[in-house]
C-alpha cells in the first residue's frame, strides 16, 4: 500500500490515543495556551506571535504601525498608565494584522482537512485540466500520486512477479498468488483440506514503497493480501503487520480482514472524490489526481472555456499556511496534532514508527515552529512530482533560511551546504523492506 496508509501502521495517536492527547480541562488560559511542565520546550503556539518575530519582521522591512497619544513615563497618573497599556495592546494587535506572512492569513487549523475548499461545484475529472494546463497536467499524470491506485492486473510490477508461493509459518497454510487473463489476480490458500481462495480486485500504492492488493470473501466482506509486493526486494514477501494476526481459518490465513469504514479509508486516500455511499470507486477517480488536492473543477473549467472570470471557483494548496496545509497532506499522510495536544505531541517524538508520517513529524522540527507557519509542504515539494524527481530544491529551500545570506537568525550549518536533507532528515527503516525520510528537521547526533 501507499508509504503512509493506516492499512500498513496506524498512526501513534489514532484513535483512543488521540483522546489521551487532549488537554486536561482548564488547560487553556487567557492570552494563550498555558503548557505542563513537561512540554517539550520547540512546541510554542503558532497563534501568538512573539516581540521577538516582530522585531525580526522589521528588520525585513516590514513596516509596523505608529503609536498615537504616547505619553512620557515621567509623571504619568494610573490614568495614564492605564490608557498607555491599552494603546500598546492595541498596538500590538496592528502590528500583527500587518506583519503577518500572507500564508498566515488562513485559519490557525482547517476545520474539515479532508474537504478545505470552499467553492461549489461538481468533478469533472483531471483531463479537464490538460488544456490549459499541459506541462503540470502530464508530470502529475505520470506521478506516484497518480498510480496510487489500480486494478492488480494492471501493475507491472506485481504481474511479473507472478506466480508467488510460500508457506506461512504463522498458520501452516500454504499461499499462492497468480494471474491468468481469464481470472485476474488471485490469492489461494491451501492446508490439509482445508482451502481459501480471493480475486484481489484493487492494488493500493505506487511501488514507491510497495503494494498491496484487497479482495471481497463476500460482498461485505473485504480482507487485505497476506503478500505484498516490495520495491526494494522488487519482488514479494509478507505485508507489514501481517505477524501480528494469527490466522485460525482458511479465510483468515489469506489475510486481515477490513470493515466497510477501513476499506471506505483506504479509497478515500487514493482516490479522487471518492464517494463513500459508493461500494467501489470509478475509474475516473482512481489515484490521486488534480481535484484531490485543488477541490472539483467543473465550474472552474467551463468558466475558463466560456471566457468568463475564474477568481473563486477553484483553490489552490499554495494559500495555505504551514500547519492548515500539514493538516491538508496529513489527511492522508498522517495528521499533525494541535500545539494543545501534548500527549500526542510528546507521543509523536518518543515513537519511532511516527517516521512514516511526515505531516506529524514535521510540526516537532525547530524550522517548522520558529517560522511561525512560513514553513508549508509546497516549500519543498512539488506535488505534481515525485519527492525522488525533486533532486537539489531541498537544499535550496534549507539554504534560503540557512545559507550565508539568509535572514540573520537561522543557524549556518558548519559541516556541508549541500545534501543537507541526508544528516538533518535521515532515512530510518520503521516497516519491513521500507525506508522513510525523518521530517523532524534537526541535528541528529549519533547515539
Same mark, same amino acid.
Given at each position: ?14 484513535? $483512543? ?68 497599556? @491599552? ?14 506572512? *500572507? ?32 506541462? +503540470? ?51 489461494? *490458500?491451501?492446508?490439509?483440506?482445508? *482451502?481459501?481462495?480471493?480475486? @484481489? ?5 505506487? !511501488? ?5 492488493? %484487497? ?18 526486494? !522488487?519482488? %514479494? ?12 481459518? $482458511? ?16 479509497? !478515500? ?25 485543488? !477541490? ?8 475558463? +472555456? ?7 471557483? %477553484? ?15 496529513? $489527511? ?14 510528546? @507521543? ?14 514535521? +510540526? ?56 543537507? *536533507? ?26
Amino acid at each position: 500500500m501507499g508509504s503512509t496508509c493506516p492499512g500498513w501502521q496506524r498512526s501513534p495517536f489514532d484513535g $483512543a490515543a488521540r483522546e489521551a492527547g487532549s488537554p486536561p480541562a482548564g488547560q487553556f488560559v487567557a492570552g494563550g495556551i498555558a503548557a505542563p511542565a513537561n512540554r517539550p520546550r520547540r512546541f510554542i503556539d503558532r497563534r501568538v506571535r512573539s516581540a521577538d518575530w516582530l522585531a525580526r519582521s522589521n528588520r525585513r522591512g516590514i513596516p509596523a504601525p505608529r503609536c498615537p497619544g504616547a505619553v512620557p513615563a515621567a509623571g504619568q497618573t494610573a490614568a495614564n498608565r492605564l490608557g498607555r497599556a @491599552l494603546r500598546q495592546v492595541a498596538c500590538v494587535v496592528a502590528t500583527l494584522a500587518i506583519c503577518l506572512p *500572507s500564508g498566515l492569513a488562513q485559519p490557525a487549523f482547517l476545520a474539515d482537512p479532508a474537504r478545505f475548499w470552499q467553492h461549489e461545484s461538481d468533478y469533472s475529472g483531471a483531463e479537464a485540466c490538460e488544456p490549459c494546463h499541459p506541462r +503540470i497536467s502530464a508530470r502529475q499524470r505520470n506521478s506516484n500520486h497518480a498510480r496510487s491506485l489500480r486494478a492488480p492486473d494492471h501493475v507491472p510490477e506485481l504481474v511479473f512477479s507472478l506466480p508467488f508461493s510460500v508457506r506461512d509459518r504463522v498458520s501452516g497454510f500454504a499461499l499462492e498468488m497468480s494471474s491468468d487473463p481469464a481470472r485476474g489476480v488471485r490469492l489461494r *490458500s491451501e492446508k490439509g483440506n482445508a *482451502s481459501g481462495e480471493v480475486s @484481489l480486485e484493487w492494488a493500493f500504492g505506487s !511501488g514507491a514503497k510497495g503494494i498491496t492488493a %484487497i479482495g471481497r470473501i463476500t460482498a461485505e466482506s473485504w480482507v487485505e493480501s497476506r503478500l505484498t509486493w516490495y520495491e526494494s526486494l !522488487g519482488g %514479494i514477501d509478507f505485508t507489514t503487520g501481517a505477524s501480528q494476526y494469527d490466522p485460525e481459518n $482458511a479465510v483468515e490465513s489469506l489475510g486481515r480482514g477490513l470493515t466497510q469504514q477501513e476499506v471506505a479509508e483506504c479509497f !478515500g486516500c487514493h482516490t479522487t472524490g471518492f464517494d463513500a455511499r459508493s461500494s467501489v470507486p470509478q475509474g475516473d477517480e482512481l489515484g490521486i489526481r488534480c481535484e484531490r488536492c485543488h !477541490g472539483p473543477g467543473k465550474a472552474h473549467a467551463e468558466a475558463a +472555456i466560456a471566457g468568463r472570470p475564474t477568481r473563486g471557483t %477553484i483553490f489552490n494548496p499554495v494559500t495555505l499556511g504551514g500547519f492548515p496545509q500539514a493538516q491538508m497532506c496529513g $489527511a492522508c499522510h498522517g495528521r499533525p496534532p494541535q500545539d494543545n495536544e501534548f500527549d500526542a505531541l510528546a @507521543l509523536l517524538e518518543q515513537t519511532p514508527n511516527s517516521v512514516r508520517f511526515p505531516s506529524q513529524r514535521i +510540526i516537532l522540527s525547530r524550522c517548522f515552529n520558529e517560522t511561525f507557519g512560513e514553513l508549508a509542504c509546497t516549500d519543498c515539494h512539488d506535488p505534481h512530482l515525485d519527492a525522488a524527481d525533486e533532486g537539489d530544491s531541498f537544499d535550496a529551500a534549507c539554504l534560503s533560511c540557512h545559507g550565508q545570506d539568509s535572514r540573520e537568525l537561522a543557524t549556518v550549518c558548519p559541516v556541508a551546504s549541500e545534501n543537507c *536533507s541526508s544528516c538533518h532528515m535521515p532515512q530510518e527503516r520503521v516497516m519491513r523492506h521500507s525506508m522513510f525520510s525523518d521530517h523532524w528537521i534537526r541535528v541528529v547526533r549519533a547515539e
